[in-house]
């Protein structure tokens, strides 16, 4: 499985973007698809997840009600619509997979920095 994400940049705070990742390969194998964001100086971690079984999400508490994970019904797109854009979303966003056999996948990271 191969990963590219796409659609970071510069936004003002309270604006949105849209984040795309384009996935090839095995896509069939998929189970659970991610974004990750690490921002300068911290450790990476799991902004929205989607299990692709049975369609659930889940939301780091910082942005639930802001943030929506989605995908398409052949898995070739995963996708972050982000709303509401707060200068501390600031950060390098990683979209990555994991397969049924446990294995994951990672995908070059896009920046996004929002300006105060």
């Known amino acids: 499985v191969q990963l590219q994400a796409f659609g970071g940049g510069l936004v003002q705070a309270g604006g949105s973007l849209r984040l795309s990742c384009v996935i090839s390969g095995s896509r069939n194998s998929i189970n659970d698809m991610n974004w990750y964001r690490q921002a300068p100086g911290k450790q990476r971690e799991l902004v929205a997840a989607l299990n692709t079984d049975g369609r659930s999400t889940n939301y780091a508490d910082s942005v639930k009600g802001r943030f929506t994970i989605s995908t398409t019904d052949i898995k070739h797109r995963l996708y972050l619509q982000m709303n509401t854009l707060k200068p501390e979303d600031t950060g390098v966003y990683y979209c990555?997979?994991?397969?049924?056999?446990?294995?994951?996948?990672w995908g070059r990271g896009t920046q996004v920095t929002v300006s105060s």
């Open positions: 990555h997979v994991q397969d049924r056999w446990s294995k994951t996948h």
